[in-house]
Every structure is written in C-alpha cells, then in structure tokens.
C-alpha cells in the first residue's frame, strides 16, 4: 500500500496539473468507492492540493458564494491517478472510480483495479473530524525528537515496529518506511517501546525523517502496483531490508510477521 513518500509524491504532482482549474463535470463509476454526489460537481474551482497522512485533498471552492468542499482520495493497493491535458489520451474505462473534467479541456481519472481505495466528499466539519484522527506528521516542522519522546510515553508496552504503522500514532507511516527506519536506526522490530533508550529514540527520530525525505526525492517506491503521474518510482532500488535476503553488510536477513504483516530485520546489526 502506497505510504507517505508515495502519496506526498502524486499530491505534488497533481498541484502542479491541477491548480486553479475549474470543474466543468465530475462523473463517478463505482458508488461502493466513490460518493455519488460527486457527479453534481459543477463550477466548483481547485484552490488547494495537499495530503494528511495517506490521503491525497483537494480543497474546492465556489468562486461566487465561497463553499467550500473537499475531494478525498485513498489509493489503497491500486489506486492510482491519470492526468491528460485536451490533446492527451485519456485513461482506459475499465478501472475508473471517478472522471474530472476541467474548462481547459484537461481531464483528470481516479483509478483502482482491486477497488481497496476510495473517493470521498466531505464538508469542511466532516473533514476535521477525520483528519483530527490522525497523528502527526512526521516531516512537519513542529515534529521533533521531544515529540516522538512524548508519543511514545503513552505507548510503552507497545511493539515498536507495530506502533510506527498505526495512523493514530503518527501519520503516513507504513510496513515498508517503518522497516527501514528501524533498520537504519539499530532498533530490533521486535522490542518493546519501554526498552529503548534515548539515544535510540533520536536515532530512530533521524532515520524517519531522512528516510522519508529520500524516498520522496526518488518519488516513492514501485514494489508492487504503485505507480505515479509521470510513471513509477526508484526508490524501491534503495530499500535496504524490505523483501532482501541479506542486508547491506551482508549479514543473512529474518522475516517475521507482526500486526499480520511481514517484517525483514538483521539479527546482527538491529539490537
């Protein structure tokens, strides 16, 4: 599943294609995933593109009366988005979950083979609630090491690796960075949070935010179906751990499965 690398990398994406454009018509296909009165966005301008945790928004706004709704997408496993300006081909319609058309003639598709993802319409108040919900980001100026340090006095009994993926804890991490950062860090996925140290916690603290600031710059990473506006992402060709036999010392790889998902570690170089 697309974590926050992969999503903050589409979300930029689409800032760029999509600002400022005005929707002339908003169709939907699959009610199960996509909000019908989608299809009654008419006239409504995009004024901003951003992501919470992993969810791409779309702030859009009536320029004559200044209501405001917003569009919110979850990939899950497959989905993805597809871009075509007027002298573009547009997407094929056997995975759409929701079409955009814009006055320049542009179009934008919301697209989803295993139809896990979804595209929501919510008021500004609905919005709050979800979003409250979430943790903090981990790449926003206020999350320093004394936050995680805090975070983490809540949850000492916790498993920190299972801790890391849960959203209510901090946002946008998954079973992918969540690997990788304790891998860089040294810290045993199977430890209990109580059992880390200080230093740990700033070491683990650091790894998070380099990780994902990386993985961003090379646009994600194309493990499985993940794919963005422009094509696929490269960071997968950096991943030390993740789905690898031997880590970057060479030393011989575990998988174990924790929260039902796979885990690969370095009994050696992970403590």
Excluded at 202 to 208: A, N, P, R, Y
Aim: aromatic share 10%; hydrophobic share 35%.
């Amino acid at each position: 599943m697309p974590e926050l690398p992969e999503v903050e990398t589409i979300t930029r994406q689409l800032r760029k294609q999509v600002l400022g454009k005005k929707i002339v018509q908003a169709k939907t296909f699959d009610k199960r995933i996509a909000d019908h009165s989608i299809n009654k966005l008419v006239s409504l301008k995009i004024v901003k593109v951003w992501r919470r945790a992993k969810a791409v928004i779309i702030n859009l706004e009536d320029t004559l009366y200044d209501h405001k709704l917003f569009l919110v997408f979850r990939l899950g496993m497959t989905g993805h988005f597809h871009y075509a300006d007027k002298l573009e081909k547009q997407a094929p319609q056997e995975y759409l979950v929701a079409s955009f058309s814009f006055s320049d003639g542009s179009t934008l598709s919301f697209n989803d083979i295993r139809r896990f993802g979804s595209v929501r319409l919510y008021t500004e108040g609905k919005l709050k609630k979800i979003l409250d919900s979430f943790g903090p980001e981990p790449l926003s100026k206020g999350f320093m090491v004394g936050v995680l340090r805090v975070l983490f006095q809540k949850r000492k009994k916790a498993n920190i690796k299972v801790t890391l993926m849960d959203q209510k804890f901090i946002a946008g991490m998954g079973n992918i960075y969540a690997q990788e950062a304790l891998y860089i860090a040294g810290v045993d996925p199977r430890r209990k949070i109580e059992s880390l140290s200080s230093s740990e916690i700033s070491k683990l603290h650091h790894s998070l935010q380099r990780l994902l600031k990386l993985a961003i710059e090379k646009k994600g990473s194309s493990v499985d179906n993940y794919s963005h506006l422009e094509g696929s992402g490269d960071f997968q060709n950096y991943l030390l751990v993740y789905q690898r036999d031997v880590c970057p010392k060479k030393h011989k790889l575990v998988k174990i499965y924790q929260g039902g998902r796979g885990t690969f570690y370095c009994p050696k170089c992970q403590k």
